[in-house]
T-cell receptor
Framework: AQSVAQPEDQVNVAEGNPLTVKCTYS??????LFWYVQYPNRGLQFLLK??????LVKGSYGFEAEFNKSQTSFHLKKPSALVSDSALYFC????????????FGPGTRLSVLP | EPEVTQTPSHQVTQMGQEVILRCVPI?????FYWYRQILGQKVEFLVS????????KSEIFDDQFSVERPDGSNFTLKIRSTKLEDSAMYFC?????????????FGNGTRLTVT
């Protein structure tokens, strides 16, 4: 079965600095990877997805993610953090051996400090 | 941009009562899902629905739960006899295609409080 780990519960970064939110995954088939962001009292909002063959994918609001097959990772990055990026971030995976279900990581709370 | 809409935003019910959570998925989407999230923590899969039947369900989705698409627009989750531990945020989601890289689009959720 597929699984997702986000090793950091909390990431703090100063505004203007680069940020990284880490994600590693485990699948038996091909991985389909996604990042979502959740603001308080809101649903999950799609940020970006892995596209086969692109090790660096770009998404909404200046975010990008780096896929590394050998490390089974899909880390979320942004070159310059904004205070408004403060939110809860979820990595998710679908395994093409396991149907339509998305499995979400436990989430990482990002705080960008002014 | 089309959105998934959920009603009500907050539902308070007494233990043992039945609740129905309602969702209107994006109109051209074919796959529908319910997830739940307890206290802003992990997002847990409940059930997926396609072509008027359940395609997958998790261990959480026991006999107390049911889903229905009563008409061409609504998608509902019923909890027959609520328990305290059912208190959570319930999110409806939909996707356009069944392809594996189709993202889910989520509603803003229904906060269910069981007292």
């Amino acid at each position: 079965a597929q699984s997702v780990a986000q090793p950091e519960d909390q990431v703090n970064v100063a505004e203007g600095n680069p940020l990284t939110v880490k994600c590693t995954y485990s699948v038996s088939g091909n991985p389909y990877l996604f990042w979502y962001v959740q603001y308080p009292n809101r649903g999950l909002q799609f940020l970006l997805k892995y596209i086969t063959g692109d090790n660096l994918v770009k998404g909404s609001y200046g975010f990008e993610a780096e896929f590394n097959k050998s490390q089974t990772s899909f880390h979320l990055k942004k070159p310059s953090a904004l205070v408004s990026d403060s939110a809860l971030y979820f990595c998710a995976v679908r395994d093409d051996n396991y149907g339509q279900n998305f499995v979400f990581g436990p989430g990482t709370r990002l705080s960008v400090l002014p | 941009e089309p959105e998934v809409t959920q009603t009500p935003s907050h539902q308070v019910t007494q233990m043992g009562q039945e609740v129905i959570l309602r969702c209107v998925p994006i109109s051209n989407h074919l796959y529908f899902y319910w997830y739940r999230q307890i206290l802003g923590q992990k997002v847990e899969f409940l059930v997926s629905f396609y072509n008027n039947e359940i395609s997958e369900k998790s261990e959480i989705f026991d006999d107390q739960f049911s889903v229905e698409r009563p008409d061409g627009s609504n998608f509902t989750l019923k909890i027959r006899s609520t328990k305290l531990e059912d208190s959570a945020m319930y999110f409806c989601a939909s996707s356009e295609l069944g392809e594996q890289n189709s993202p889910l689009h989520f509603g803003n959720g229904t906060r269910l409080t069981v007292t």
